[in-house]
């Protein structure tokens, strides 16, 4: 019996081995990192926001630690909150969102509703 589940395991590794050699290695990392060629670095792209009180927060924008005050190539890095990193340079300002496709919008207080159980004893 043993042999025949390992002899089932091998002869299925050889049939489909080809097929499973199409996909992408998900443990592989991404394109135009260390030496895989493949698309450019993220220009600009924020990786970390480190908030600390007294104003020493920081930020690692492309692997580049900055404080507020510190240089960014040719820009200046003016603010940093937990949403965004405010820069200037020559050009002028830039805004430099942390996850640009997430807008907060705060909840508004009145919204909570009482369930209808609660609102007819409050009647």
Not at 9 to 33: E, Y
Not at 46 to 59: D, E, F, M, N, W
Not at 104 to 115: G, L
């Amino acid at each position: 019996m043993m042999r025949n589940n390992l002899f089932i395991a091998l002869l299925s590794g050889l049939i489909l081995g080809p097929v499973f050699a199409q996909f992408p290695d998900p443990t592989r990392p991404p394109a135009g990192q260390d030496g895989v060629e493949g698309a450019a670095p993220v220009e600009n792209g924020i990786q970390t926001v480190i908030l600390r009180p007294g104003g020493k927060s920081a930020v690692v924008i492309n692997g580049q630690y900055l404080r507020v005050g510190d240089k960014f190539g040719d820009k200046r890095v003016l603010k940093i909150s937990e949403s965004e990193v405010v820069l200037k340079g020559e050009s002028g300002r830039e805004v430099i969102k942390v996850t640009p496709a997430i807008e907060k919008i705060p909840a508004k207080k009145n919204a909570v509703r009482k369930s209808p159980a609660k609102e007819a004893a409050h009647q």
